[in-house]
């Protein structure tokens, strides 16, 4: 089963330098790092912050006053040097020079394919950062107006060759989301304009030259009903760009290179649509949210409601760089309940780079430096144990499945707080995964996965505690599993075919 990996590119170079005491580029990365990385199973790294931001967008990033309040909170020593501004106000996509360039990107994306790692980069579709080219050249790219508005900035910039008269000939607007004010170090692509999306069609089928797949940011911002509603205000292209931008940008990707993947940052209840227009994955939001504040019974109505084929399609995670780091979300015990869930579901699972260590600073992306943050034991345990367990048990392995509980007996309704995941490897082998995601005890009986043998018997190994069993294979058939588990408590059980 693919496991994503978020590496902080910026950060992560940055200690690597400070680790071996000299200059280190993508190309100079440590043999073991990556050894260690197929140990934990990883499948795809994503390395967020690749692409240059460049001085006009840093300054905004070192000016913000909220932003100051928050690197003094999170880096107290934090000095400008510190701040290399967003990674998500793209100047270009180029890799930088401190990273060693083109040249050792692509050797690093070989030394990945090396343990069967795929590289995943950046791709942001609604908006550039106001120091790319674009914004210089094509201002008609953009969504603009000829009269100033909130949430817009002058062309030319005050600095910009190009201005020959001594007011703006435009108003550019700023990238946004509907629901936040606007982001003020970019400028918001209008993909109304058949230009525009020619262009940005051209720059990611450059960006998958170099790479494997991408996360798309903020991916259902740029679907036309989306992008209609929130830029109808402004003036529009003249003809309009007919049809979904992510239809014509996959299609185009994938007559290159048929097997390239995409991911999407996704909200709003929009995944379907997504992965309907191409999108491998789509974050699982909903899923977050719940482990979160929901209750297990609730929990446990999203994976049963949601379509197979689009629970396979998610991302399923318990932190990336916009979340509060899980550690200091979950309790220990909670945590591991929440982990397993993760780990056990179809789907693609994703780690942020210290969250098996339970960090706990939620570092902003405008830095470029980090705290040093002690290991967690507690933590460090729980992810020990998923990724010793996960192989040895066969999860993500063969067909995987969500089961529904059955009461254990009548006016007994703990089982709706049960999570149930079932991975069969053939007619004489399955594994169930049960999570109890509740604050109480809790019991039911899983049912037998469908597609298994009608055994006489069944030699039953559990995985965490460590103990065996046999079970007669009627009465798996017709009762099922029995379960009584803890407080958030799990069990991964192998059931193996004797006869």
Request: hydrophobic residues 40%; negative net charge.
């Amino acid at each position: 089963m693919p496991l994503l990996y978020e590496v902080h590119a910026r950060c992560w170079l940055r200690e690597l330098q400070d680790g071996e005491g000299r200059s280190v580029t993508l190309a100079d990365v440590p043999e073991s790092t990556l050894a260690q990385w197929r140990s934990w199973g990883v499948t795809h790294l994503w390395l967020m912050g690749l692409w240059p931001t460049g001085p006009r967008a840093r300054q905004i990033a070192l000016d913000h006053p909220d932003l100051r309040l928050v690197y003094g909170n999170v880096l107290p020593d934090w000095q400008p040097q510190d701040v290399g501004g967003s990674p998500y106000a793209v100047a270009d996509y180029r890799v930088p020079d401190e990273f060693g360039g083109e040249a050792a990107l692509e050797q690093f994306r070989r030394r990945l394919r090396s343990h069967g790692i795929r590289l995943i980069l950046d791709f942001i579709p609604n908006h550039v950062g106001i120091d790319h080219p674009w914004v210089h050249q094509h201002p008609d790219w953009f969504v603009h107006s000829t009269d100033a508005r909130p949430g817009s900035f002058p062309w030319p910039l005050e600095s910009d060759p190009a201005r020959g008269t001594s007011s703006p000939r435009l108003w550019l607007a700023h990238g946004r989301d509907p629901y936040f004010p606007p982001w003020t170090d970019t400028a918001q692509l209008d993909l109304r304009n058949p230009a525009t999306r020619r262009a940005l069609v051209e720059t990611l089928i450059r960006v998958a030259q170099r790479c494997d797949g991408v996360r798309c940011d903020m991916a259902m911002l740029v679907l036309s009903d989306v992008f209609e509603r929130t830029w109808a205000d402004w003036p529009a292209a003249t003809p309009a760009a007919p049809g979904e931008f992510w239809r014509e940008a996959i299609s185009a990707v994938r007559s290159r290179y048929p097997d390239f993947e995409f991911l999407a940052e996704v909200y709003w209840g929009l995944e379907p649509r997504l992965q309907a227009l191409g999108f491998n994955y789509t974050y699982d939001k909903v899923l977050y949210d719940l482990l979160v504040h929901g209750s297990g019974q609730h929990v446990q109505q999203h994976v049963l409601g949601v379509d197979p084929a689009g629970l396979a399609a998610g991302i399923h995670f318990l932190e990336n760089h916009d979340e509060p780091r899980a550690a200091l979300v979950f309790p220990p015990d909670r945590h591991r309940a929440a982990a397993w869930i993760v780990w056990a579901l179809p789907g693609l699972r994703f780690l942020h780079e210290g969250q098996q260590t339970g960090a706990r600073v939620r570092l902003p992306v405008q830095l470029r430096r980090r705290p040093v943050e002690p290991v967690d034991p507690q933590v460090l345990a729980i992810y020990n144990e998923l990724l010793r367990i996960g192989p040895e048990a066969g999860i993500g392995q063969g067909r995987g499945s969500v089961l529904t509980p059955r009461a254990a007996w009548p006016d007994n309704p703990s089982g709706v707080n049960f999570v149930l995941v079932a991975w069969v490897q053939g007619t004489d082998r399955f594994t169930l995964v049960a999570i109890n995601y509740a604050p109480h005890p809790g019991q039911c009986y899983a049912p037998c996965p469908p597609g298994v043998a009608n055994a006489g018997h069944w030699q039953v190994r559990e995985h965490c505690a460590g103990w065996t069993d046999l079970r007669d294979g009627s009465d798996l058939r017709d009762r099922g599993v029995y379960l009584d588990l803890p407080a958030w408590g799990v069990q991964v059980l192998t059931f193996e075919a004797t006869g």
